[in-house]
Nanobody, 114 residues
Framework: QVQLVESGGGLVQPGGSLRLSCAGS????????MAWYRQAPGKQRELVAH???????NYADSVKGRFIISRDNAENTVYLQMNDLKPEDTAKYYC????????WGQGTQVTVSS
């Protein structure tokens, strides 16, 4: 059974940074394309970034140049470094497989506000 646990969210001022973590069990991140998603209140969940088995990454236009997705194979953890945060980045962030929807974790709330 795949379990995904996100952490690292919080309240940050515009222009600030956060690093989110996603720890997985029942799935080996090094052999799967993993992704970060986010969902703001009243909006659909959207893809933020993904990282391939080869380590290549892809980003939504809204976060390109500000967010960096990475992976620690030894820790089986995927990270999302978020820099220059904007109020529109406020959302609950989730990780999951890029192409297969495993059970969603509880997510981690990111709030960007002054």
């Amino acid at each position: 059974q795949v379990q995904l646990v996100e952490s690292g969210g919080g309240l940050v001022q515009p222009g600030g940074s956060l690093r989110l973590s996603c720890a997985g069990s029942g799935i080996r991140f090094s052999t799967n394309t993993m992704a970060w998603y986010r969902q703001a209140p009243g909006k659909q969940r959207e893809l933020v970034a993904h990282i391939t088995v080869a380590g290549n990454s892809n980003y939504a236009d809204s976060v390109k140049g500000r967010f960096i997705i990475s992976r620690d194979n030894a820790e089986n953890t995927v990270y999302l470094q978020m820099n220059d945060l904007k109020p529109e980045d406020t959302a609950k962030y989730y990780c999951n497989h890029r192409f297969v929807s495993y059970a969603w974790g509880q997510g981690t709330q990111v709030t960007v506000s002054s």
